[in-house]
């Protein structure tokens, strides 16, 4: 039933994984000597950083749907058990909650 859905998430996966280890890479490299430029490093390092936490939080959500699918429990919210729209499961394919728990949960 949501094979199209699980097609998407699998490369939405693969491209969160490799957004991820590209971060990482980039978190881990040399930094130069130059203090100057070891600054605006550190700050570039602060915006990978959030990044990293966001496309982490984003590639946990996408596994979490693909799971989903399997088990025949994708497109139920995970809060109330209620249907999620199909709308919001089109725009956010990797959403485990109706909108009603998502904005009470916010």
Same mark, same amino acid.
């Given at each position: 039933? !949501? =094979?199209?859905?699980?097609?998407?998430?699998?490369?939405?996966?693969? =491209?969160?994984?490799?957004? #991820?280890?590209?971060?990482?890479? /980039?978190?881990? $490299?040399? %930094?130069?000597? +130059?203090? @100057?430029?070891?600054? #605006?490093?550190? &700050?570039? +390092?602060?915006?990978?950083?959030?990044? !990293?936490? &966001?496309? /982490?939080?984003?590639? %946990?959500? #996408?596994?979490? $749907?693909?799971? %989903?699918?399997? /088990?025949? @429990? !994708?497109?139920? *919210? /995970? @809060? *109330?058990? =209620? +249907?999620?729209?199909?709308?919001?499961?089109? #725009?956010?394919?990797?959403?485990?909650? *109706?909108?009603?728990? $998502? &904005?009470?949960? &916010?």
């Amino acid at each position: 039933m !949501y =094979e199209s859905t699980e097609k998407k998430l699998k490369k939405l996966k693969k =491209e969160l994984k490799k957004r #991820v280890k590209d971060i990482k890479k /980039s978190l881990t $490299a040399e %930094r130069s000597k +130059d203090w @100057e430029e070891a600054a #605006v490093e550190a &700050e570039n +390092d602060e915006v990978l950083e959030a990044l !990293y936490s &966001e496309t /982490s939080g984003e590639l %946990r959500q #996408v596994k979490f $749907a693909i799971k %989903r699918i399997a /088990s025949g @429990e !994708y497109g139920e *919210c /995970s @809060e *109330c058990g =209620e +249907d999620i729209n199909e709308n919001r499961l089109k #725009v956010m394919p990797f959403t485990s909650r *109706c909108i009603k728990c $998502a &904005e009470e949960l &916010e």
